[in-house]
Structure formats: structure tokens, C-alpha cells
């Protein structure tokens, strides 16, 4: 079966540096990525997506890259600032089966001053 | 303001109590889901609805009952849970199925079952 899995559950982050939030997925099917933020006591947010057919895709103070030869996923922040501080979850989904977005677990970005 | 807003925020229920979750959404909107939140484990869809029929239900157990009586409102009608159904329940609504994978999702209702 497909599994997206994150390389750490927590993150540590010194604001003003940039993250880098990693992910692997499983599924080659998968053609379109989704990364959501969740701040405590809220729902998740869209950030950004990327489609199979790109790398690299920018947005503000975030990039998202894709390598699909190593299926891999990477969410980039650039001077990460306390407002940051969520969980970040890595999504998959697919043309085929749109509607059923596969959630990854989540990696904790802690923010400290 | 997310524009998806649930009631109640908090439901603490009994065994053998039958509850509602409410969600309504005011983004003009055609699809709307259900995802329920453990801790430790990641999201899971439960329910779609597109244009008020519904497309997906994810081997859901039929303690959980959803009703769409329209493109903006949406419901989990809820009875004889167990406590392991305990957890945040989220709704969201996007423009419709089969769009972008941009979902806005409500804060939750976190539901604990004694």
C-alpha cells in the first residue's frame, strides 16, 4: 500500500533561520502534493502544491521541492519566524482519486527565539 | 475567520447518547468532507459530498451517519460511539471535487466519548 512518511516528528528551528521539512511517499501513482500547516487549536491550512510535472515551486518565504525519482518531498521556509510554529503535513493526491487526499503524520516545527 | 465554522468546539457524550456535529460553510463552495483526528495518527477522510451527493465514504462505520441538506451545510449525526471514536472531528469544503487539493477546513469539534 501507499504510506507517506516524514524523516523527523519534530523540528527545532531558531527564528530567522530557514526549515526544511522533509517527506517520503511510497505511491508512483501519485502525481500532485499538497503541504498543510496546523496551528494548535485550528485547522489545517494549505501552503502550497506542486504537480508532478515541476520541481520546484515558489511561493512566499516558502519553496516546495519535488524529486520523483527518490519520491521525495521537501517544504522549504525562509527566515522562519514564530508564527511558523505548526505541524506541517505532507499530502498526497492523485488526477485519478483527487477527493481522497492522503494526510502524512505531521512533523512538529518548534520555533525558539 | 476560515469561512468553514463547526459547532459545538467541544461534545463530551455518552455510550449510548445521540449528538450532532454541525458544519456550515460561506465560501459559496460545492464539495464538503469529514475528516476525523486522532492523536498520533494522520487524518482521515471519512465523507465527501459534491454538490450534495455524497461520493466517498471510507469504510466509516454506520454510528457516524452524514447528512448534506445543501452545498453549505453539512452534518455527522453521531450515536452508540465508542470511547476509541474520541478524537477532533473536522470538516472542510472546497470548490468542488475534483478541483485544486486546496481544502479550508474548519477548527474541529473535539469530541470525547466516556
Known amino acids: 500500500g501507499e504510506s507517506v512518511g516524514l524523516h523527523l516528528p519534530t523540528l527545532s528551528v531558531q527564528e530567522g533561520d530557514n526549515s526544511i521539512i522533509n517527506c517520503a511517499y511510497s505511491n508512483s501513482a501519485s502525481d500532485y502534493f499538497i503541504w498543510y500547516k496546523q496551528e494548535s487549536g485550528k485547522g489545517p491550512q494549505f501552503i502550497i502544491d506542486?504537480?508532478?510535472?515541476?520541481d520546484k515551486r515558489q511561493g512566499q518565504r516558502v519553496t516546495v521541492l519535488l524529486n520523483k525519482t527518490v519520491k521525495h518531498l521537501s517544504l522549504q521556509i525562509a527566515a522562519t519566524q514564530p508564527g511558523d510554529s505548526a505541524v506541517y503535513f505532507c499530502v498526497l493526491g492523485g488526477t485519478d482519486s483527487w477527493g481522497k487526499l492522503q494526510f502524512g503524520a505531521g512533523t512538529q516545527v518548534v520555533v525558539t527565539p | 475567520e476560515t469561512g468553514v465554522t463547526q459547532t459545538p468546539r467541544h461534545l463530551v457524550m455518552g455510550m449510548t447518547n445521540k449528538k450532532s456535529l454541525k458544519c456550515e460553510q460561506h465560501l459559496g463552495h460545492n464539495a464538503m468532507y469529514w475528516y476525523k483526528q486522532s492523536a498520533k495518527k494522520p487524518l482521515e477522510l471519512m465523507f465527501v459530498y459534491n454538490f450534495k451527493e455524497q461520493t466517498e465514504n471510507n469504510s466509516v462505520p454506520s454510528r457516524f451517519s452524514p447528512e448534506c441538506p445543501n452545498s453549505s451545510h453539512l452534518f455527522l449525526h453521531l450515536h452508540t460511539l465508542q470511547p476509541e471514536d474520541s478524537a477532533l472531528y473536522l470538516c472542510?469544503?472546497?470548490?468542488?471535487?475534483?478541483?485544486?487539493?486546496?481544502?479550508?477546513f474548519g477548527e474541529g469539534s473535539r469530541l470525547t466519548v466516556l
Open positions: 472542510a469544503s472546497s470548490q468542488e471535487q475534483g478541483g485544486t487539493g486546496e481544502l479550508f
Open positions: 506542486i504537480r508532478s510535472n515541476m
